[in-house]
Structures are given as structure tokens and as C-alpha cells.
């Protein structure tokens, strides 16, 4: 239903048009205004926020050219109660009603015309388009965002124009308010005109593709990372990013949705996303040599079929969720996992993935998670609570926040010693499980109220300067990033963004430099006791890993990831499995504390961070990083360029073998044939010479 607020405005407006009608039959000019000015208002405030709200009242059929016919009438028969339907007022409203939704359909067409022309077949980044073709600049978005809501609106001169007469009782300010709605409605579409003619109009598909195939083959790429998914799936492809910038291969991003794209984290590899499954199969990939795949979803076909790439499943994460070994890998020519547990996973699942066909190359995301120093000095230490989320199966053991969170959270709130508590959750909390959502708000106010009785107790004391100074820096900072980013209003459109979206390295690189800073200083900005809650995408995950001491997790690929640190961790057996057949089950939990849903067991984890010498999981936990994410050397990064190289090698070797497969099979088609040929008459007879001259 939206926001408590999106949910009034929603009812005011919905209420407003009884009021209307009502207005306009007792007849009340003032309480026909008053009505209408809610419905103007609440109406504005809906589309301002974006509400869902919106969308449903579409489908109920009361969309929004509906809401604006409707109290168009209603003000037709206010003027009719008010015993002006003979007078002039009467009919020029009535003709400027006719007229103002006259101008609708060229206005809609028009609008359309544009959006439609100005979409691309291929939406890229940092791909060179602007020598190759000409892109036009786009309209300026005031003209096409919100485009129906905006002419809509310019009904409001001649309401409040006609609603002036049936006051002063002169037709002056109708006449003038109509005048004005019709001369903007009219200028409206007259502006949008010009952005359908000439020069104007983007280039068709075929030029654009073929620009693109053009640039690929002079890019020669080798590498490809492929992904298809949702909006909130982009998180899947952005963690390889850094990865495909390091790579020793020429490597290139294929993504399949609009959405991926904008929201794509920045990068300076190429990038090309293609909708149409036609395009890509026709999109010109000779060169490239090894595709890596970040998920398991039904639009990897169009590019899986492609035999002189190799195919490689690399996943989003390790984990000992099903998903790690889900039966679709065996389409892949090869499954890269982070060690020897992913292999094994693999075995014991028996879900027809040969484990000649694995590969361990550890996680070259890794690598900025710092490894633990042993117990705090001088602070209070910090335990992260990472629960993920809810699962598309409704199974009790995914997220322990329906069953365990308030348990856990509470426990380290009224810890003693204290701790300070970080709560990060999976951004899909919720998305699915209405009572996970709800379980997500407890525990956010259960923090949120620790925090505020922290922050009276005089034990704990803020260094305001320390922290102001913080702040500031944060402020600066953002400010450069935002210059250095653009705020996203100057790219216009898709086709404008392609056409100028190269990189600037530099800027790209004082970027990395800048989000580094940021985190520093975001952390200074609070104290280091404040309880925090902490959603969106900075401060990353690995940002919090490495302020905390110890975490509290789920099953997930966060679990694996936290390993890397070295630092004590507990896992929650939200499904009552038992200690060992939890471990049995479950590879990462191997060194943790194990949590029944009392979360009863967390003080052997604070235990563990307090003091080491407590921490008995502690060469556990060594052995199952090597186990889970392979060996610190060679560097991941090194680990993940071998197994490029080798499997671009197998590629290549597979395609030369292809051709010469062919060739010989040409030589022997042509044999056959030459044999298959009827012997000259001449040469049957012995004359050689006319066989000759034949």
C-alpha cells in the first residue's frame, strides 16, 4: 500500500470527488474549490513520490486522465446548478475542455514517437558509438518525464479562470484562464515537433547494430561477463566488475535488461546491453573466447549457444545454500568455485557436474577485506548482524530474522560488557515474506531505541569535534563525487548516455580514491559505541566486515565471505537441525558458534572476541578458509587470469580443430566428386590429344 502518507494522500483524493459532485449540486463555488484543491494536491504528491498507489488506481479504472475528466465535468455541472448554462462561461468551458483533450492524442503520439525512436537497440558504456554514428541529443526530460501528468495539469488555469467568473460574476478571468490552458497546451506540442524531424532523429537498428558490430571487431574482445536479472539483482554482476577491470584478456559485460544497466555500478570496461535475444545472436562475438556467467537464468541460452566460446558458471557467492549446486551448471563447459569446498559440494550433490569440468580460482572479490588483529584495544568491540533474507521457498531455516533476529539483536544490545551492534540485511528482506518485513522494522527499532538510550548513558561519551570534522569531510566528499559522477540529469536519455558514456579514467580512479575516504570518515562521524543500522549500498558489506570484530549471519555466501577475515563468527540453525547435523550440512559453519533461535549461545562468540585465548574456533577457522576460498598464494586475481588463459586455450584449440575438420571434409567432398565426374569419350577411345583439348 505504499507509505502511511502515500496511503492518505491516496484516500483525500479518492474522498475529494464525492466531495465534488457534491459541491457542484448543492451548488458551492468555495467548498468546490476547497475539493478541488485536494485532489490537485493529493494527486501531485502521489506522482512526486512515484506510488504504487498510482498504478493500482489505474487498474481500478481510475487512471490519471480519468480523475482530471471527471472534475472537468463536475465543474461543467457546477456551472449548470448555478443557473449559467446560457451564458457564455458556459460553452467556452466546454469548448475549451473539448479542445484541451483534443490536443492529447497529438501530444501522447508525439511523445511516443520519441521515446520510441531515441530507444536503441543496444544501450552501451564505454563503447566509442559517437564516431561511427551519429546520435542526436535528446529533449530536454522536463518535456518527456511525467510528460501526461504535466499537460494534464495545464487545466489548471481555466478551473481557476471559470471558478474566478462564477465569483465575480465576469466571464473576463474564464475566458483569460482558458486562453492560458489552451496557448500552453498548444506550445506543449508544438516544442515536441521539432525532436521528430531531420537531423533530430536517432539513426534506425540496423546502423546501430552495425556500429556495434563494427566497434567489436576492432575491439577484439576476449572475455565476457554475461548477466541477465532484475533490478534488485544487480548487486550479482557489480561484485565481478573490479574483477573484469583486472583482468589480462580484453574483457567486455553483455547484459540483457535496461534496468541492469542503470543501475550498473561505474566501470571502465566496455559495456553493451542488449534486450533482444535476436540482436545478440547476430551480434558479431567471433573473438571471444570465454564467457563467465554470474547467474543461473533462462536467457543464458542466447549466448550458450554460441560453440567457439567456453562457458563458465562463476556465481555471485559461495554458499552451502542449494543454489551453489543447482543442476542447470552442468550446461557449462566449466564451474569455477572459490576451493575445495565448492568442488566437493558438487560431489556429494551428484547433479551431473563432472569435477573435471571444476576449477578453483578463489574469490578476487576478497581481496579488501582485511584480516583480523585480535581483540580491540581502547574500544568497545563491534559484532555485525548480516541475517540474509527470506528465500523464494518460505523455508524456515533461509534468514534467521523471522525466527531468531529480535533474539540476537536484543542479547547484544544489553550485552555486558557491551558490544556495539551493526545490522546490515539482505536488501531482497522482505521482498517476499510480509512477515520478514515486519520482523525487519522490530529489530530496526529495537537498535534504533539501544542507540537512543546509549547516547543518554553517561558511560558512553562522543568526541562532538572529532565527529563534526567527520561530518564535514563527509559532505565535501559527496560534493566531489557527485561532481565527478554527474548527477545523472546530463546523460537525457539512453541513446545520449551510449553516445557519451566513455569514462574518464582519471575522474574514475579520484572516484575509487574518494569512496575510500568516505568510508573512513563515514565511520568517524559516530561514535565508535553507537548501535547502527545500516541499509543501501555504502557502506558496503566489506566496509563493515572490517570495523567489526565478529558477525552473526545465516546460511549465505556472506558467511563464506566473512571467513576471509579470520575473525570469530556464529551461524543461526534457524531450522532446529541440531549442532552436528547443522555442520553436517553446512561446510561454513564448521568454525562457528552454532545459534539455536533462543540465540542462548551467543556468549561464547562475545567470549571469543573479548578475549582470544577464549577463542578455541580460532585454527578452525584457518583450516576451513583454505577449504572455502583456496590458498592466499598466488592471489586470487592470478588464480582467476590462469584459468581465463587455459580455457581461452581450450577454446581456440576447439575451434582450429573445427576448421581443420572442415577443410578436410571439403578436400574429401571434393575427391568424391572428381570421381563421381563421367571419363571423356576421347580418353575412353585413346586419343589423348582431344582429351587434352577437351
Known amino acids: 500500500m505504499g507509505s502511511a502518507a502515500e496511503l492518505a494522500a491516496a ?13 457542484a449540486l448543492v451548488p458551492s463555488v468555495p467548498a468546490f474549490a476547497a475539493a478541488t484543491a485536494v485532489t490537485y494536491l493529493a494527486d501531485h504528491f502521489l506522482h512526486r513520490r512515484n506510488s504504487y498507489l498510482i498504478n493500482r488506481l489505474s487498474k481500478v479504472r481510475a487512471g490519471l486522465s480519468i480523475r482530471f475528466l471527471i472534475r472537468q465535468l463536475l465543474l461543467i455541472l457546477l456551472l449548470a446548478r448555478l443557473g449559467l448554462s446560457d451564458d457564455l462561461i458556459f460553452y467556452g468551458a466546454i469548448a475549451c475542455f473539448i479542445a484541451f483533450y483534443g490536443l492529447q492524442a497529438p501530444h501522447g503520439a508525439l511523445v511516443t514517437l520519441i521515446r520510441n525512436r531515441r530507444r536503441m537497440p543496444v544501450a552501451t558504456r564505454n563503447v566509442d558509438l559517437a564516431s561511427r554514428i551519429r546520435i542526436p541529443d535528446a529533449p530536454p526530460q522536463r518535456l518527456l518525464n511525467r510528460s501526461a501528468e504535466k499537460i ?95 583482468l589480462e584478456s580484453r574483457p567486455l559485460i553483455l547484459l540483457r535488461e535496461r534496468v541492469i544497466l542503470q543501475n550498473l555500478a561505474p566501470t571502465t570496461v566496455p559495456v553493451i ?85 571444476i576449477a578453483e580460482v578463489g574469490r578476487p572479490q576478497l581481496a579488501p577485506i582485511e584480516t583480523g588483529q585480535g581483540a580491540p584495544e581502547g574500544r568497545i568491540p563491534t559484532v555485525l548482524y548480516a541475517p540474509t533474507w527470506e528465500g523464494w521457498d518460505g523455508q524456515p531455516g533461509n534468514t534467521s530474522i523471522l525466527l531468531a533476529g529480535e533474539n540476537i539483536v536484543k542479547k547484544l544490545v544489553k550485552a555486558d560488557p557491551p558490544v556495539r551492534v551493526l545490522y546490515k540485511p539482505h536488501p531482497f528482506t522482505g521482498t517476499v515474506s510480509a512477515a520478514a518485513g515486519a520482523a525487519h522494522r522490530r529489530i530496526t527499532a529495537l537498535i534504533e531505541k539501544a542507540a537512543a538510550d546509549r547516547a543518554a548513558d553517561s ?71 553507537e548501535h547502527r543500522v545500516i541499509t543501501g549500498a555504502e557502506p558496503r558489506l566489506y566496509d563493515c566486515f572490517n570495523v567489526s570484530d565478529a558477525m552473526v549471519s545465516d546460511i549465505s ?17 534457524s531450522a532446529e537441525l541440531g549442532v552436528e547435523e ?113
Open 11 to 23: 484516500v483525500l483524493m479518492m474522498l475529494g470527488y464525492p466531495c465534488l459532485m457534491l459541491a
Open 582 to 694: 547443522f555442520k553436517r550440512q553446512n561446510t561454513a559453519v564448521r568454525a562457528a558458534v552454532i545459534l539455536t533461535n533462543s540465540a542462548a549461545e551467543l556468549g561464547e562468540l562475545l567470549a571469543a572476541v573479548r578475549d582470544p585465548a577464549a577463542d578455541p574456533l580460532a585454527e578452525d577457522r584457518k583450516e576451513l578458509k583454505q577449504y572455502l576460498l583456496g590458498p592466499d598464494e598466488p592471489p586470487s586475481i592470478d588464480q582467476f587470469n590462469t584459468a581465463v588463459a587455459n580455457l581461452a586455450i581450450k577454446a581456440q584449440t576447439r575451434n582450429v580443430g573445427q576448421e581443420a575438420r572442415i577443410a578436410a571434409a571439403d578436400v574429401q567432398e571434393a575427391e568424391e566428386l572428381a570421381d563421381a565426374m563421367p571419363v571423356p569419350r576421347a580418353t575412353a577411345t585413346g586419343d589423348t590429344d582431344g582429351a587434352a583439348a577437351g
Open 273 to 357: 546491453c542488449v534486450p533482444g535475444g535476436v540482436h545478440l545472436m547476430n551480434m558479431d562475438l567471433s573473438t571471444v573466447r570465454v564467457a563467465l556467467y554470474a547467474a543461473n537464468v533462462g536467457k543464458n541460452i542466447h549466448l550458450l549457444r554460441v560453440p567457439t566460446m567456453k562457458h563458465v558458471f562463476i556465481g555471485h557467492g559461495d554458499s552451502d545454500k542449494l543454489a551453489s549446486v543447482n543442476p542447470f551448471s552442468k550446461v557449462y563447459d566449466e564451474v569455477w568455485t572459490a576451493g575445495r569446498a565448492g568442488r566437493d559440494r558438487y560431489a556429494i550433490a551428484d547433479v551431473g557436474v563432472r569435477d573435471d569440468d
Open 459 to 529: 558511560r558512553f561519551t562522543a568526541d562532538t569535534a572529532a565527529q563534526t570534522q567527520a561530518k564535514a569531510e563527509l559532505a565535501r566528499i559527496q560534493a566531489r563525487i557527485a561532481e565527478l559522477s554527474g548527477t545523472g540529469d546530463d546523460k537525457g536519455d539512453e541513446a545520449e548516455a551510449s553516445r557519451d558514456g566513455l569514462v574518464d579514467v582519471q575522474k574514475h580512479q579520484e572516484v575509487a580514491r574518494l569512496r575510500a575516504e568516505w568510508d573512513d570518515a563515514y565511520w568517524r562521524s559516530f561514535g565508535s559505541w
Open 152 to 246: 494534464l495539469h495545464l487545466d489548471l488555469a481555466a478551473v481557476v479562470g471559470i471558478l474566478v467568473s462564477t465569483v465575480v460574476d465576469s466571464p473576463v478571468a474564464g475566458f483569460v484562464g482558458i486562453g492560458v490552458t489552451l496557448f500552453l497546451g498548444c506550445l506543449y506540442v508544438v516544442v515536441l515537433v521539432p525532436y521528430v524531424l531531420g537531423k533530430q532523429i536517432p539513426p534506425n537498428d540496423e546502423t546501430v547494430l552495425a556500429a556495434v558490430d563494427d566497434w567489436l571487431r576492432e575491439y577484439r574482445p576476449e572475455t565476457v561477463l554475461y548477466f541477465s536479472g532484475s533490478k534488485d539483482s544487480a548487486y550479482q554482476v557489480n561484485m565481478w566488475l573490479e574483477t573484469m577491470e583486472q
Open 557 to 573: 555466501s556472506v558467511v563464506s565471505d566473512f571467513i576471509a577475515s579470520g575473525k570469530p563468527y556464529a551461524v543461526t540453525d
